[in-house]
């Protein structure tokens, strides 16, 4: 198969993950990627190199079966060309793997089986298969409603406070609200963690609630890996990140807003062996954090889709866009699987917010330092201001939304000591 093939990307969603896939795609190919959403998100707003489609309600079924056979049937039917789907949403992923093998009909999708999704994706049954194949995480309590008494929980937790505390169904979180909703928390008494479990379950919830021993210590201590593995299930690629600062607004919490590349073998092995022994395919994206009362780094939950910082990957040189384009639709065979290195010449810091907001919030410790010799070098770059898709309008709107960060930081910004 030659790259003469014709293909066009169609990209789930309109965020900042869609952002930089179409960015990628333009990179590589220069070719304009088609967007479909429920609803038309900033990111993806004034773009030339994005076109999205607004579908109310597509983020779900029956939505989104009926909007894609009806695109399978008036728009994406030309025998000549290929239609890659690329899901950037953990809701999108979900959809396209449970219908699988009716879209494979007309598009290409790169995600694993369904029954192996809804075991990864369920964060209880995830910890078990990290049990399995011996992958460190922390110490975990899963609640249940079954256990609670009057809204509370009826026993001690098994570590001591405080606590790490999250939905083991993401796509369930984001159906329900609360006073004091957030994506994640870290409560430091019982009383705080009664209120809010009490507060879950009041709102609806009724999936399990994962209680996880606090890993001391500040964002600097996590990790990011970005992945892609093949239709023969072999790693094409993996590249490691060091994000040093995170978004601490309440709906956006633990989302990575500055990252350094970083090289670490033993990391890179443990994925890969783990990866290719459960027959995956796609994009993978695991989140961890560094324990130093052991020195290991344990999984905190594996995305079945590229993350929504992983533009820092294709900014460090190893374009997303061409791992699944080569491998799905040119059927490049595989060679090797090529390893983010770090190296200090080519490194490039990712930034999602403004070099500012950086520069006051971030820890001062070597990394950041590392970080600002990068700026100063002008070894850095961002998803979302691309040269080559730059109108006025969208100028205009993505300075806005990044000089928004600076009063969520002012406002919520609270040091993580550990």
Not at 35 to 50: D, E, F, H, R, W
Not at 57 to 73: C, I, S, T, Y
Not at 134 to 158: C, H, M, S, V, W
Not at 302 to 308: A, F, S, T
């Amino acid at each position: 198969m030659t790259k003469k093939q014709k293909f066009v990307p169609i990209l789930l969603g309109s965020d900042i993950n869609v952002y930089g896939m179409a960015r990628s795609f333009h990179e590589a190919y220069g070719i304009v990627s088609e967007a479909y959403a429920g609803l038309q998100l900033a990111p993806t707003k004034y773009s030339k190199i994005v076109n999205v489609h607004v579908v109310p309600g597509f983020d779900k079924d029956p939505v989104f079966m009926e909007q894609m056979r009806k695109l399978a049937a008036t728009t994406y039917n030309d025998p000549e060309t290929k239609y890659l789907v690329i899901a950037c949403g953990d809701g999108y992923a979900e959809l396209v793997s449970q219908h699988k093998e009716e879209l494979s009909q007309w598009f290409i999708c790169p995600y694993i089986e369904f029954e192996l999704l809804q075991r990864l994706i369920s964060k209880v049954s995830f910890y078990e298969i990290c049990e399995k194949y011996e992958l460190p995480y922390p110490n975990t309590f899963i609640i249940r409603e079954d256990l609670l008494e009057a809204g509370k929980l009826k026993q001690d937790l098994p570590f001591e406070f405080p606590v790490a505390l999250k939905p083991a169904n993401s796509v369930e979180w984001l159906s329900i609200d609360f006073e004091g909703r957030k994506k994640a928390f870290i409560l430091d008494t019982r009383d705080e963690f009664d209120t809010i479990i009490e507060r879950i379950y009041q709102a609806g919830y009724t999936s399990e609630m994962i209680a996880q021993d606090f890993i001391p210590g500040d964002d600097s201590n996590m990790r990011v890996l970005n992945a892609y593995v093949d239709q023969n299930h072999q790693v094409r690629m993996m590249c490691l990140g060091h994000p040093l600062l995170e978004d601490p607004s309440p709906e956006a919490v633990g989302n990575y807003v500055a990252i350094l590349p970083e090289y670490n073998e033993k990391i890179y092995q443990t994925i890969k062996s783990f990866l290719e022994r459960i027959n995956y395919t796609g994009f993978a994206n695991f989140d961890m954090k560094y324990d130093p009362r052991d020195g290991e780094y344990k999984l905190f939950e594996i995305n079945l889709r590229q993350g929504r910082s992983s533009f820092f990957v294709t900014l460090n040189g190893f374009n997303l866009a061409q791992y699944v384009t080569e491998d799905r639709v040119f059927d490049k065979p595989f060679t090797e699987t090529v390893y983010g290195k770090a190296e200090p010449a080519t490194s490039m810091l990712w930034m999602g917010v403004p070099k500012s907001v950086f520069e006051k919030f971030a820890r001062n410790n070597d990394d950041k330092q590392k970080a600002l010799d990068l700026i100063k070098k002008n070894q850095w770059g961002t998803t979302v201001f691309y040269k080559k898709d730059m109108s006025l309008m969208r100028w205009i709107l993505m300075k806005y939304m990044f000089s928004k960060y600076k009063g969520r930081f002012d406002l919520f910004f609270k040091e993580k000591e550990g």
